[in-house]
């Protein structure tokens, strides 16, 4: 059973860092290219950052780029997003998502998430 | 940098069909996919690459794109197919981009 659990997460004053990890089980992680979805409180989902299955490839949103890092460690099944110069806006449900391995950009498995609080 | 753009919301009957749209300039171009979301649930895959559905999602969901809009129809709705609904593309500059949501009432 794929399983994609993120931790992390919590109350942060802006201008903190944090980092968030996601532990992926049931599948073999170094195929498949991970990304993180971010979801602020009432809104819309926000596709943040993707990485490659070998990490060589990495694309951030404009709003999150020179702020936040997309890394992956395929040798212990995680991902991760360390997160620098948070910003009350970077409050939102954070979520680990595989990419299906078609030939779309769709998410077939998302972790269940962590909250990332940014507030003095 | 590229939008996608749905109803804010969308309300149908219980049996009756719902129909949600997506737009986005040459969408039909590439390929499209839609999540459901319940309520403090993570988002589901129920559509993938404009048409198919993933092992589970009922045959009542089915996707079309062309042009630039892409649809997502739920024949005969249940009340438990009221949820949020995010369609979801790729754009070369943008890489993947959402679209805003559509809240689906069924009632």
């Known amino acids: 059973e794929v399983q994609l659990v993120e931790s992390g997460g919590g109350l942060v004053q802006p201008g903190g860092s944090l980092r968030l990890s996601c532990a992926a089980s049931?599948?073999?992680?170094?195929?498949?290219?991970m990304n993180w979805v971010r979801q602020a409180p009432g809104k819309g989902l926000e596709w943040v950052s993707y990485?490659?299955?070998?990490?060589?490839?990495?694309y951030y949103a404009d709003s999150v780029k020179g702020r936040f890092t997309i890394s992956r460690d395929n040798a212990r099944n995680s991902l991760y997003l360390q997160m620098n110069g948070l910003r009350a806006e970077d409050t939102a449900v954070y979520y680990c998502a595989r990419a299906s391995g078609s030939s779309s950009s769709d998410f077939d498995y998302w972790g269940q998430g962590t909250l990332v609080t940014v507030s003095s | 940098s590229y939008e996608l753009t749905q109803p804010p919301s969308v309300s149908v009957s219980p049996g009756q069909t719902a129909s949600i749209t997506c737009s986005g300039d040459?969408?039909?171009?590439?390929?499209t996919c839609w999540y459901q979301q319940k309520p403090g649930q993570s988002p589901l895959l129920v559509i993938y690459?404009?048409?198919k559905r993933p092992s589970g999602i009922p045959e009542r969901f089915s996707g079309s794109n062309s042009g630039n809009t892409a649809t997502l129809t739920i024949s005969g709705a249940q009340a438990l197919d009221e949820a949020d609904y995010y369609c979801q593309a790729w754009d070369s500059s943008t890489y993947v981009v959402f679209g805003g949501g559509t809240k689906l009432t069924v009632l």
């Open positions: 040459k969408l039909g171009d590439q390929f």
């Open positions: 049931g599948f073999t992680y170094s195929s498949y290219e």
């Open positions: 990485i490659s299955g070998s990490g060589s490839t990495i």
């Open positions: 690459q404009d048409t």
